[in-house]
């Protein structure tokens, strides 16, 4: 799975899923250009902000890969990343502690919608 986090500074206002259209989609994660640019009109056009993305590690564990590093641009978005029960959140940034690329980002599920059984965020930094 995947899509954008659309909101304003750190604070995710609405999820919004994408079709994943990675050449192969169980090794990596590729948004749909089109709902991507369509976010940003939005944005530019008033709506909500996207201020970064989350995907999902389903044979893996809930940190950034060496493979989402070298995928991300150091321009401090949002990555919340979910593997089984887990999620975490982490920021992309120059000379990151994880990977050289991701700091790890406090994650509040506070507020979120739903019947109160959202998986509770754990950000452990993995060695690297």
């Known amino acids: 799975m995947c ?14 899923p994408c ?12 948004i749909d250009p089109a709902v991507l640019i369509a976010a940003h009109r939005a944005a530019r056009g008033g709506g909500e902000r996207v201020i970064g993305h989350y995907h999902s590690h389903p044979s893996g564990v809930a940190a950034p890969s060496p493979r989402d590093a070298a995928d991300a641009a150091a321009d401090g978005s949002i990555w919340l990343i979910v593997a089984g029960a887990v999620v975490t959140a982490w920021r992309a940034v120059p000379d990151g502690a994880v990977h050289r690329r991701f700091d790890p980002l406090p994650l509040d599920v506070s507020g979120c919608a739903g019947s109160g059984d959202s998986p509770q965020g754990r950000n452990a930094i993995p060695p690297r």
């Open 3 to 16: 899509g954008l986090l659309l909101g304003e500074g750190d604070d995710v206002t609405r999820l919004l």
């Open 19 to 30: 079709r994943n259209v990675a050449a192969d989609p169980a090794a990596r994660f590729e």
